[in-house]
């Protein structure tokens, strides 16, 4: 449902951050002036992918699995609320509150990755 293709150039698809492809989403009402948007260089304004709606506290519904632009207003988005996450993907820190808000979402720490020796 993105409305801005990859305006951010970030070089990762929207839902980066799941850690299992299955999940619920829904659409929501993205704010424009949510506390994570992000002013880019050509002045566009965006909410970006993994932020937490409505906020990262008590509050929260679910997180967002992509980027929207909000330059001109509030947009809709996709609302991830049930599945399996890498909280250390997120672009900002899952607060204590937003991750016992969020029932449907299990948070796991990315798997380190044991490389072979050249020996």
């Avoid at 009402?29 to 994570?36: I, L, P, T």
């Avoid at 609302?79 to 607060?95: E, F, K, M, N, Q």
Wanted: hydrophobic letters at 40%; a negative charge; glycine letters at 10%.
């Amino acid at each position: 449902m993105s409305f801005i293709g990859n305006k951010t150039n970030r070089g990762y698809a929207p839902g980066w951050f799941l850690a299992e492809e299955e999940c619920s989403r829904e659409t929501v009402q993205v704010a424009a002036n949510h506390a994570q948007a992000i002013t880019l260089a050509d002045g566009s304004k965006i909410v970006p992918m993994g932020a937490v709606i409505p906020s990262n506290d008590a509050n929260a519904k679910g997180i967002l699995y992509e980027d929207v632009e909000v330059t001109n207003g509030n947009m809709p988005g996709s609302l991830v609320t049930r599945g399996v996450i890498y909280g250390s993907r997120l672009p900002a820190a899952l607060a204590n509150t937003a991750a016992t808000a969020l029932t449907g979402i299990t948070v796991k720490t990315v798997p380190a990755v044991t490389r072979p020796d050249d020996d």
